[in-house]
């Protein structure tokens, strides 16, 4: 009977073993984040608060940088990060185009970190005159948006000027050769061509755009590890607040790691919404009238509801 009971005792170590060996096998993973070049993850990013928190649960951390808000989608989309930051054009097509995707928290408005540029010597003195007019934008990306406001606003639409689709890169490139006539863009490349190219501002967001920008988890990642992306917003919202306090010293910190001056670094900084919070009814309802009027302009394929991905999370992720 003794040994009965041992062989017992001995299966049932065995199959505490396996499973705390399975559990510690599933907190095992590694959290891929896609920032942009610039905004608040870079400064996560640089921090390593992050990667300290998360080592106690097992989590590594592996960034991937895109220069757009589509580009990073795409990424979320096909599975190669389950987390990011974008503007508020980015989610509406993605989610059009069927991707897991979740909304987890949104910076305050930063309405003049995007605008539409002309070049120093331009005759362009309104919006009004783009019409017929070559613009250079990244297509669905948070400026997309901007742009049908402004024309809406100067009684025109997207079908009176010609769109030119280009990444941040190229479209800079295209502005300087003369091959378009305005460019759409956002900080920290607004700064950049404010101060090196005297590119002149025709309209920013104010009174047009709240500008926010959304952190976006895939549907299964949140669903799966709502502590990790809980501590993640946390850790992200820390920065943000420490941003605000002290600009001049996020300028110090930001500078080097985009490669811009401090001078056009700070114009950017002070520009830009800090401090991440969950999602309220009015922003979830300010981002479905983008999404009304994209498909109504039948940019998307079909008309969407934000609410139903904007992610709650569970009473005690929501607690802590």
Same mark, same amino acid.
């Given at each position: 009977?003794? !040994?009965?009971y041992?062989?017992?005792?001995?299966?049932?170590?065995?199959?505490a073993?396996?499973?705390?060996?399975?559990? @510690?096998?599933?907190?095992?993973?590694?959290?891929?984040?896609?920032?942009?070049?610039?905004? !608040?993850l870079?400064?996560?990013?640089?921090?390593?608060s992050?990667?300290q928190?998360?080592?106690?649960?097992?989590?590594?951390?592996?960034?991937?940088?895109?220069?757009g808000?589509?580009?990073l989608?795409?990424?979320?989309?096909?599975?190669s990060?389950?987390?990011?930051v974008t503007?508020? %054009?980015?989610?509406?097509?993605?989610?059009?185009?069927?991707a897991?995707? $979740?909304?987890?928290a949104? #910076?305050?408005?930063?309405? %003049? &970190? #995007? @605008?539409?540029?002309?070049?120093?010597?331009?005759a362009?003195?309104?919006?009004?005159?783009?019409?017929?007019?070559?613009?250079?934008?990244? *297509?669905?990306?948070?400026?997309h948006?901007?742009l049908?406001?402004?024309l #809406?606003?100067a009684?025109?639409?997207?079908?009176?000027? %010609?769109?030119?689709?280009?990444?941040?890169?190229?479209?800079?490139? @295209?502005?300087?050769?003369?091959?378009v006539?305005?460019?759409?863009i956002?900080?920290p490349?607004?700064?950049?061509?404010?101060?090196?190219?005297?590119? $002149?501002?025709?309209?920013?967001g +104010?009174?047009?755009?709240?500008?926010? /920008?959304?952190?976006?988890? +895939?549907?299964?990642?949140?669903q /799966?590890?709502?502590?990790?992306?809980g501590?993640?917003?946390?850790e992200? $919202?820390?920065?943000?607040?420490?941003? *605000?306090?002290?600009?001049?010293?996020?300028?110090? /910190?930001v500078?080097?790691?985009?490669?811009?001056?401090?001078?056009?670094?700070?114009?950017?900084? %002070?520009? /830009?919404?800090? &401090?991440?919070?969950?999602?309220?009814? !009015?922003?979830?309802?300010?981002?479905?009238?983008?999404?009304?009027?994209?498909?109504?302009l039948?940019?998307?394929?079909?008309?969407?509801?934000?609410?139903?991905?904007v992610?709650?999370?569970?009473a005690?992720?929501?607690?802590?």
């Open positions: 009977m003794r !040994t009965t041992l062989r017992r005792g001995l299966v049932a170590l065995l199959a073993a396996i499973s705390s060996a399975a559990l @510690a096998a599933d907190d095992a993973h590694t959290l891929r984040i896609g920032y942009q070049k610039y905004g !608040t870079v400064l996560l990013k640089a921090k390593g992050l990667e928190r998360l080592a106690d649960q097992g989590v590594k951390v592996q960034w991937t940088e895109f220069p808000g589509p580009q989608l795409e990424g979320l989309n096909v599975g990060i389950d987390f990011g503007g508020e %054009t980015p989610p509406v097509f993605a989610q059009a185009a069927g897991d995707l $979740r909304y987890v949104y #910076e305050p408005p930063a309405p %003049t &970190g #995007e @605008a539409i540029l002309v070049p120093k010597g331009s362009i003195k309104s919006v009004a005159e783009l019409k017929g007019k070559k613009v250079a934008l990244n *297509k669905g990306s948070n400026v948006y901007l049908v406001r402004a #809406e606003d009684g025109l639409s997207i079908k009176d000027i %010609t769109p030119v689709y280009l990444p941040p890169a190229d479209a800079r490139a @295209a502005f300087e050769r003369g091959s006539d305005a460019w759409v956002w900080d490349f607004q700064a950049a061509a404010e101060q090196q190219l005297q590119a $002149r501002t025709l309209r920013d +104010s009174g047009l755009v709240d500008n926010h /920008q959304f952190y976006l988890a +895939s549907g299964s990642y949140a /799966q590890h709502p502590q990790v992306v501590a993640l917003i946390e992200i $919202r820390a920065v943000g607040e420490d941003s *605000k306090a002290d600009p001049a010293k996020v300028t110090a /910190q500078a080097p790691l985009i490669g811009l001056s401090p001078e056009i670094t700070h114009k950017a900084v %002070t520009r /830009q919404g800090y &401090g991440a919070q969950p999602l309220t009814p !009015t922003v979830v309802e300010a981002q479905q009238k983008i999404a009304d009027t994209f498909a109504d039948k940019l998307i394929p079909k008309r969407l509801s934000i609410k139903d991905v992610w709650t999370p569970p005690k992720v929501a607690q802590h």
